[in-house]
């Protein structure tokens, strides 16, 4: 029997979202997600797209292990069982991979242990991650397990982006420098933003805008990254749901010697208290979109604040490309928002940066232009899909070809 399954695994701390993916034409067989896991109150959302039909369980699940099995359970009742010799692989998502991890990578001890090195500059993630890897490799320790990496993409920017003006030794020696994440979702937007002009990846350039909860920008020249505006962690760049992105570092200082606070308490309030929901209370664009339309004026300021970062990368990384292709929108905000990309292209008619308002209220799942035709650059919306670019490099990967057969 062929074997062109792939389990895709994002494991957080408390959580494990799965796809189990057909390769033969890249379809979704199950999807899925556990939460809460360690506590009373785990829940299970198993769906089988056969059926399309959600199952729910919820109860307590100990670990990740409990979790998997679970998760195993609920793929033999639909008949996609772990044990079956049609998986191919399992992908792993692993958010941080250094300066090492510039492909996807099988996984093996001396892989693990690089991944677990690096948990200094990813405190948060890969503890999570090598958790899932390690139950995944005790759940089927035959199978090829495959690590697909969130910087693996920006590993090709320039030491003059990605590097910081500190001092090299001390940069050296903590492993300090701009490492970028959402890459799988960069790499697959870059190129699904080329395919949509009808053009070759190597020959277009493109400022990705990767919008969700988190967010951050790329410049991708010819298809390699060459700036992204995160950095030594996802702190870094555009105003996020909960994160302030760029500031003085300098107000760091003063918080803790004016302000008396923590580095935990500065942490907390730098990555999970600040950015939209720091600004209005609010991190959901829907919710701040809705504010505006009644006169909140301190949603609007926050609106406005993330829109003037937007654009402001938006010109830096036209000035480090010199030609611009394509601007593309994605992720959450990106697919959902068009006051976002209308107000983040306004008043940039003379880069050639243009969206036709009809365009851009159409509404889909698809691929699409929202420029206006005489545009000179392509504003397009395309729909991100990691789990898809994850299953699709692990399984080329493990089948030597890059392609979907
Ligand atoms: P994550 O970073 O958690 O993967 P997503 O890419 O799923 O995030 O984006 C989630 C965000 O997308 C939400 O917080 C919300 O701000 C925004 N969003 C989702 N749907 C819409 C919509 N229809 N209109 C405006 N914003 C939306």
Not at 44 to 66: C, F, I, Q, V, Y
């Amino acid at each position: 029997m062929s074997s062109s399954r792939v389990l895709v695994l994002n494991s957080g701390s408390s959580s494990v979202k799965y796809q189990l993916l057909d390769m033969r034409d890249g379809s979704r067989l199950a999807v899925g997600l556990v939460e809460r896991i360690g506590e009373e109150t785990s829940r299970l959302k198993h769906t089988p797209l056969a059926t399309g039909e959600s199952r729910e369980w919820t109860g307590a699940m100990a670990d990740h292990e409990a979790a998997l099995k679970a998760v195993s359970e609920e793929l033999t009742r639909d008949g996609l069982g772990l044990d079956s010799p049609e998986l191919a692989a399992i992908g792993h998502r692993v958010v941080h991979g250094g300066k090492l991890f510039t492909e996807p990578t099988v996984i093996d001890d001396a892989v693990l242990a690089e991944i677990e090195r690096l948990i200094p500059v990813a405190p948060l993630h890969n503890p999570a991650n090598l958790t899932g890897i390690r139950t995944a490799q005790a759940l089927r320790p035959d199978l090829p397990q495959v690590a697909v990496f969130d910087t693996a993409f920006h590993t090709t920017m320039p030491e003059s982006a990605a590097r910081y003006a500190i001092d090299v030794k001390t940069a050296d020696e903590h492993r300090i420098r701009r490492y970028g994440f959402h890459g799988t979702s960069h790499a697959y937007v870059s190129r699904a933003t080329a395919e949509l002009l009808g053009k070759d990846p190597s020959d277009v350039n493109v400022i990705v805008l990767h919008l969700g909860n988190g967010a951050s920008a790329s410049a991708v020249e010819g298809g390699r990254c060459v700036d992204t505006s995160m950095g030594l962690t996802p702190l870094e760049g555009l105003v996020m749901g909960t994160r302030s992105g760029d500031m003085d570092p300098a107000v760091i200082f003063h918080l803790m010697r004016v302000g008396g606070m923590s580095t935990d308490e500065i942490d907390t309030l730098l990555n999970k208290k600040s950015g939209l929901i720091g600004l209005c209370g609010d991190n959901d664009m829907r919710e701040i979109r809705r504010r505006i339309d009644e006169g909140d004026e301190q949603a609007q300021l926050a609106f406005d604040i993330y829109i003037h970062r937007l654009k402001k990368y938006i010109g830096a990384y036209y000035a480090v490309l010199g030609r611009v292709d394509a601007v593309a929108f994605t992720a959450g905000v990106g697919e959902n928002a068009s006051p976002v990309r209308e107000a983040a292209v306004a008043g940039l008619e003379a880069l050639g940066l243009a969206v036709d308002s009809e365009l851009n209220a159409v509404r889909s799942d698809e691929p699409r232009l929202i420029s206006p035709e005489s545009a000179r650059v392509a504003v397009a919306v395309v729909p991100t899909d990691e789990e898809l670019e994850i299953a699709t490099q692990t399984y080329a990967l493990v089948n030597g070809s890059r392609n979907l057969t």
